[in-house]
């Protein structure tokens, strides 16, 4: 079967080969690969900034944002033909408390595997196997737009983590600032609208379709600075990793807000000087500044809800770009209007 590898550590590795078929004890049920979302980590890994083979392999099968249909259910309650999505993260081996009561996206010590980014296959090829409980059954109405339920996962977490957070004191948040309006800033606003929020996506592109998105789900697009909003927002989704961004989202943040950090910025930034500054306004308006990242099962269903109840013709307009896994460089390649590109290996 084709798969799309990379030598992990490797720039320029990435290539679609010809890999063997999936074995049996990576999953009792077997998929054909329908579509895989490809995202910042996809490139990253390709230009060899980080990323793992399997034990005593060389090369990676890359992909993490999936959607498959079943072949062969093995012996699960599963019908052939099922939509589905497979769960990236599997808990360590020892396990660590977290990771043996499911919260595995909360590993303690570090042991965990995640498909396609580190020591397990991911599911860029044409068939792949899977073990039932990290398998989420996806409404096939949806077609390709259910490739979008990892990355809504992140998110489902966040605003999960962000409410729970919320609850340490009387709590009535109105206004949310989204910063970045990729495909996680677009479906955190998204989740922020179907809270009953107000609000606002702050990206600096002022073309392409992101504005357009935004205004779709009834919230406000900015460009500029954090400052130049003229808000000060309850909630903070900061999905950039930007440091100066997350300053400036600290020091608009209204009293008793909390900041969540979803993006990963460059390891050579450093908060330096103004690190004081961020630690006086936490300590003095009681905020709150968490970062978040991957998910567990329930997050999965909780994204599900989210995109059953999302219009599906905005989430359409997400994927921009569709190629075939033949064209690895033009997927890997980020262009202008890009929001989410997708590598389609079969018709939904």
């Known amino acids: ?17 010809r890999a063997p078929e999936p074995d049996l004890e990576l999953g009792s049920v077997l998929v054909e690969a329908l579509a895989v979302g490809v995202c910042g980590t996809d490139a990253e890994i390709a230009a060899g900034d980080y990323g793992w083979a399997p034990p005593g392999e060389d090369r990676l099968i890359l992909g993490h944002e999936s959607l498959g249909r079943v072949l062969d259910p093995g012996p699960t309650g599963l019908t052939v033909g099922d939509h589905v999505v497979g769960i990236v993260r599997r808990p360590d081996p020892v396990p660590c408390p977290n990771c043996a009561v499911g919260e595995w996206d909360m590993c303690s010590n570090e042991r965990y595997t995640e498909r396609g980014i580190k020591e397990a296959h991911g ?3 044409e068939r792949w196997r899977i073990e039932p409980e990290y398998l989420v059954r996806v409404d096939e109405t949806l077609g390709v737009q259910a490739v979008l339920l990892e990355p809504t996962t992140v998110v489902a977490k966040a605003w999960e983590q962000i409410l729970a957070i919320g609850q340490r004191t009387f ?8 910063i970045g309006a990729g495909p996680i800033g677009l479906l955190a606003a998204l989740i922020g609208v179907q809270h009953g929020l107000e609000v606002h996506v702050l990206d600096r592109i002022t073309t392409g379709p992101k504005p357009a998105l935004v205004a779709q789900l009834g919230a406000r697009y900015h460009t500029g600075t954090v400052a130049e909003i003229g808000l000060s927002p309850d909630i903070v989704v900061e999905c950039t990793g930007v440091v100066s961004l997350i300053q400036e989202a600290a020091q608009k943040l ?13 390891p050579t930034s450093t908060l330096s000087g103004s690190a004081a500054g961020l630690a006086n306004g936490a300590v003095l308006k009681n905020l709150v500044l968490f970062g978040t990242v991957n998910a567990n099962r329930r997050h999965y269903y909780r994204a599900a809800n989210v995109l059953a109840r999302a219009d599906h013709s905005w989430l359409e307009q997400l994927l921009t770009r569709r190629v075939g896994p033949d064209d690895v460089d033009r997927a890997l390649t980020r262009q202008p209007d890009d929001i989410k590109v997708v590598m389609e ?4």
């Not at 709590?171 to 989204?178: E, G, Q």
């Not at 209204?254 to 460059?266: E, K, Y």
């Open 123 to 125: 599911f860029m090829s």
């Open 171 to 178: 709590w009535d948040p109105r206004t949310v600032l989204v």
């Open 1 to 17: 079967m084709d798969a799309v590898t990379v030598i992990p550590g490797t720039s320029g590795s990435a290539r679609l080969e």
């Open 345 to 348: 290996f079969a018709s939904a």
């Open 254 to 266: 209204a009293p008793g807000g909390i900041l969540c950090l979803t993006g990963v910025g460059s």
